[in-house]
């Protein structure tokens, strides 16, 4: 693309992000399916670079479906070297600096309630969402900008860049309340195709001697406990609802966690139950993993961790809001178990 | 003159040397040790902005590289000098450095690190936000078992991620480590 | 049928992409400046090689260093690795980049190397109990020698305060080089000034980098 071409369309587009058109909602909706389509349903391989305020990695992802079910490998090539491999039936994430594999079943086949709401009608209660118009190129490719913007502070702002063709995610923005970037990926070369071979799901790391820690195993022989979860949230961001419940088996321990995982179509945040910390008591902590936020505390002498893409404060206000519900393993003499 | 020699080598470093130039420039490395120096260094630079952390290779690594091909006698000279040097330190690692070593604030450099991103196709974007959370990390460092514990949340919760954002988890599960710190919640949330 | 999408768009001096490539996504041009080296290289022509070597150093020893069990061994792989790459040299087609060829010996070579020490696989499944927890943590090993780590963080701190330390235009020029992979090109577009000029602040972006770093490294 010649220069002058360059010029001329970053002035163009620069001006029209000013003015997304308004009836573009349905129009954003649509790209915002296909794109959800794109991902899971073509072979793909590619290289894109993820950064954060901290440092940008490079990294590949190849994705290949195979009876229908969908199997990719992500990897990290310059930085951690961390790989994360979902096969048909686990997923197992690679840590090499650790010297660890951690191995969970696919969650599209443990839970209890059924699939992830697509963005449905109520989306536009809690995000504006606009699409540009035609014109936009990055890396050679025509493009459409999609735009979804928070209208609270409970939720973080996606800004993506769709390929015309395929819908597929060519650069990705997550901003935070104030419309600043805190998060960008972006592929830098990206191969559709017809047929990816068995052997580039499969794993590169070596992971000789490193420990193997499952947690999938055994569900059957854990003690009954029920089913829905004896605990719950007493305060979520306007338009989270509660999408899926199962346990999560925690390893070198009889008892599994409760997990709860609540959408709202666009982000999703998982509440973790676990008993009591046998480490001691534990104070409020905090982490932050690119635009994912953790925040754990503890209730009752249980663990609760709130994890989602979300802001900070937001699973802060969540975790520290869960509590017991009636019936559940509180003695009926706490405080708590006269909670709603 | 050594300005714009050493300016020819940051060009052969992006690929982007007109290949006349790249003639005289081969020799003059050839003979020139400094110039090659200087050349590691450029990538080096380049490394630590795109991927920080991990071991680097030590000064005379080159040079024990060429020497152990058995390339040309110029250079297996010059570096057969290098390597018995550089052997004799073996055991010194620390060595390696002459300053002594600072404590540093290791908080500071990373909430302090900008990443500038300013693409011809969208309005400049000044820098990528540190959210809150991360001006505090560093401030304890998590046990493995910590941090195991939350990779396998992240790991667990990942497969409920609606697919828009899946991608962003994952990387960042395999980009990050999840730093945990111990922060009282009034001071959580700065804004 | 419609021909599948790749982009970028495909040039006829740019090589294919095979799958199973591991090209750590590096920056524009790399790719042509490489094949260049290699050509002179295969032809003998001196320093050709050790360029390359300079070049990729860093990035070997990082890769070779985190598949090994013992990270101090890494210079030793990693020079192996070099070695053998150079006398395949002349079997290298240019097929994939340079990098993604070297990547696959450093790979292979750190396989073969752990192979020929250990006893025995140790490829176990374990339910960790909580002591067995802690003597994990006990045994897991850090990345590597503190003095390794601390030379890398220092390195690292000081390329940063450097960088933050540099005029805007040539901070924006070699952030767009480095970290975005613009070609010379797209970033005079981008600041909108002559190429030439975006050769010179990239240069005196890493003249000053580089005396901060020397000190550092000698």
């Keep these: 693309m010649s220069g002058a071409a360059m010029r001329r369309a970053a002035v163009c587009v620069a001006g029209c992000l000013l003015a997304f058109s308004a009836r573009a909602d349905d129009d954003a909706r649509a790209w915002i399916e296909r794109m959800s389509e794109s991902l899971a349903t073509r072979n793909y391989d590619g290289l894109f670079t993820h950064s954060t305020g901290r440092q940008a990695e490079t990294m590949r992802i190849v994705h290949r479906v195979d009876k229908g079910k969908s199997l990719e490998r992500l990897v990290s090539l310059d930085g951690s070297g961390r790989e994360i491999v979902r096969t048909s039936e686990e997923v197992h994430a690679y840590l090499p600096d650790r010297r660890v594999v951690i191995v969970e079943p696919r969650g599209d086949d443990g839970s209890l309630l059924k699939s992830l709401p697509t963005p449905g009608p109520a989306l536009d209660r809690y995000y504006e969402l606009a699409v540009g118009p035609q014109g936009s190129r990055l890396l050679g490719r025509e493009v459409r900008v999609i735009d979804v913007r928070p209208k609270d502070i409970y939720r973080y702002g996606y800004r993506l860049w769709l390929d015309e063709e395929t819908a597929m995610p060519l650069q990705s923005v997550v901003t935070n309340g104030i419309g600043n970037p805190i998060e960008v990926i972006r592929f830098t070369q990206l191969q559709m195709k017809d047929k990816i071979p068995a052997r580039d799901i499969e794993p590169t790391v070596d992971a000789t001697g490193f420990q193997w820690v499952r947690t999938g195993r055994k569900v059957a022989a854990m003690p009954q406990l029920p089913s829905n979860g004896g605990w719950r949230p007493l305060r979520l961001p306007p338009g989270f609802r509660l999408v899926a419940s199962r346990l999560q088996p925690i390893p070198g321990s009889p008892m599994p966690a409760q997990h709860l995982i609540f959408s709202d179509g666009i982000a999703a945040i998982s509440v973790f139950i676990e008993p009591g910390s046998q480490t001691g008591p534990r104070p409020p902590e905090t982490s932050s993993m ?29 975790a520290n809001s869960v509590v017991p519900v009636q019936g559940s393993d509180v003695p009926a003499d706490s405080p708590a178990s006269s909670a709603r | 003159m050594t300005d714009q020699i050493r300016e020819q080598l940051s060009a052969l470093l992006d690929g982007e040397l007109p290949r006349d130039e790249m003639d ?32 680097v290779a030590p000064p005379s690594f080159a040079a024990r590289v060429t020497a152990a091909i058995g390339d040309s006698p110029a ?45 011809p196709d ?36 990942s497969q409920f991620s609606t697919p828009m954002v899946r991608r962003n988890v994952l990387s960042s599960l395999l980009a990050a480590d999840p730093g945990i710190t111990r922060v009282s919640y009034e001071m959580g949330e700065a804004r | 049928m419609q021909a599948m999408p790749n982009f970028p768009p495909s040039d006829e001096s740019m090589k294919s992409r095979e799958p199973g490539d591991d090209d750590a996504g590096l920056p524009a041009g790399t790719e042509q400046s490489d094949l260049e080296l290699v050509r002179r290289a295969q032809q003998n022509e001196r320093g050709a090689f050790d360029l390359l070597v300079l070049k990729y150093q860093h990035k070997v020893i990082k890769l070779v260093a985190r598949l090994l069990r013992d990270p101090t061994e890494a210079e030793d792989v990693a020079q192996e690795a070099f070695v ?16 993604t060829w070297l990547y696959r010996i450093a790979v292979n070579t750190a396989r073969n190397s752990i192979a020929s020490r250990q006893r025995r696989p140790l490829d176990y499944e374990a339910e960790l109990s909580e002591s067995e927890q802690n003597n994990v943590a006990a045994r897991l090993k850090h990345d590597d020698t503190p003095e390794a780590t601390v030379l890398s963080e220092e390195i690292r701190q000081t390329v940063n305060a450097a960088i933050e330390q540099l005029p805007e235009d040539l901070r924006t020029a070699i952030v767009l080089r480095e970290i975005e992979g613009l070609s010379y090109e797209e970033i005079a577009t981008t600041m909108d000034c002559p190429v030439g000029t975006v050769r010179s602040r990239i240069f005196r972006a890493r003249e000053a980098i580089d005396r901060a770093l020397k000190p550092l490294i000698d």
């Design chain 1, 290 to 318: 690119g635009s994912a936020n953790a925040y754990s505390t503890s209730v009752h002498g249980h663990v609760v961790t709130a994890i989602g893409e979300v802001p900070a404060a937001t699973v802060r206000e969540i």
């Design chain 2, 24 to 55: 005289l420039l081969m020799r003059r490395l050839e003979k020139d040790p400094e110039l090659r120096r200087t050349f590691g260094s450029y990538a080096l630079i380049g490394e630590t902005l795109r991927a920080p952390g991990g071991r």
């Design chain 2, 75 to 119: 250079s297996v000279e010059k570096a057969s000098t290098t390597r018995a040097v550089s052997v004799a330190q073996q055991p010194q690692h620390v060595a390696l450095w002459k300053r002594p070593m600072v404590r540093t604030a290791l908080a500071a450099s990373v909430a302090a690190t900008a990443v500038l991103l300013f693409r």
């Design chain 2, 122 to 157: 969208v309005a400049p974007i000044a820098q990528l936000e540190v959210t809150p959370a991360n001006s505090f990390a560093m401030s304890a460092s998590p046990t493995p078992a910590q941090s195991q514990r939350l990779a396998g949340y992240m790991v667990a919760h």
């Design chain 3, 84 to 99: 053998k790459a150079y006398r395949a040299l002349g079997s290298f087609r240019g097929d994939s980049a340079f990098y």
